[in-house]
């Protein structure tokens, strides 16, 4: 099972790297992330210089994709051509999207008629796409969930792993990374945000 992190020039280091090492902590049980670029090198909005694992094109293979936030989303949803490298099918995929990485989703059409979750810099914009925007870090519906707020990777991570390998998998890589003392409490605070999230709208 593979992921396509989506990750753009001015990306967000917390983004993309979360997601990414959370997720491939689950190599060996099959499931593993890589930085998916639509160049072979991007830059984050800190000027870190990244060398992608995979190129934009692989979207289409990838069993999940997580679109990534960045300083230059709103050039991205812009360009009609980057945008058609994006051809995401949520009856076969799980799609995601972090922060202001929501703005894609809309742009392609996959949040009609679905609210959204997204950082507070972006919700102006995400609004303004007709979508209601949630004052919550997490939410799902079906195959596409949205996170806001950079931290909240973590739970895209959750909601990909459970819905991948079962909630046991998740519970152990959250476990495994927390704050030392605090393994318990990160751990259950990582699955409500996501069982609250996919439920909201029930």
Known sequence: ???????????????????????????????AAFITTPTPVVTSMNGVEV??????????????????????????????RLISRLPLDPSRQLIGAQCSGALVLARLGLLDGMPACTDMKSRPFVEACDVTVLDAPFHAEGNIATAGGCLASQYLATWVITRKLGEAAARDVIGYVAPVGENQETVERAMRAVHVGEALLR
Do not use: H, K, W, Y
């Not at 694992?53 to 990838?62: H, I, K, M, W």
């Open 51 to 80: 060398t992608g694992q995979r190129p934009l094109e692989f979207v289409t293979e990838a069993d999940v994709v997580l679109i990534g936030s960045g300083v230059t989303t709103r050039d991205v949803v812009a360009d009609d």
């Open 1 to 31: 099972m593979q992921v396509a992190i989506v990750t753009f020039d001015g990306f967000n280091e917390l983004d993309s790297f979360i997601a990414s090492a959370l997720i491939n902590r689950c190599r060996r049980d099959g499931l």
